[in-house]
Nanobody, 125 residues
């Protein structure tokens, strides 16, 4: 399963973007999906996660109340709705398909999973 992200871009602070994650050949239904972001010189950071079992959602404190992760099992797509964006949200965002629910509970970075190529999100001040 190869995850593919889309929807990144340049937006002003306070603006919104919606990222999408889909599999190139298979549905994402059987997998938990994490959104991870990375900026140059910093470690990867877990942003949000949605479980495969009951679509429970988990968020990093830095994005709670601003970001929403959801999944459309009919379309086989997972979304990350990002509102009230801040310059510190600037990063490359990756979606990762994985089978470890503990990764969701901790909003961690999956050690094993299928990573997409990433999509750049740039928030200007």
């Amino acid at each position: 399963v190869q995850a593919v992200e889309s929807g990144g871009g340049l937006v002003q602070a306070g603006g919104s973007l919606r990222l999408s994650c889909a599999a190139s050949e298979f549905s994402l239904d059987p997998y938990g999906i994490s959104w991870i972001r990375q900026t140059p010189g910093k470690e990867r950071e877990g942003v949000a996660c949605i479980t495969r079992s009951d679509s429970s959602t988990y968020y990093a404190d830095s994005v709670k109340g601003r970001f929403t992760i959801s999944r459309d099992n009919v379309k086989g797509t997972v979304y990350l709705e990002m509102n009230n964006l801040k310059p510190e949200d600037t990063a490359v965002y990756y979606c990762v398909a994985h089978e470890n629910p503990l990764v969701c509970f901790s909003v961690g970075v999956p050690r094993i999973g299928s990573w997409g190529q990433g999509t750049q999100v740039t928030v200007s001040s």
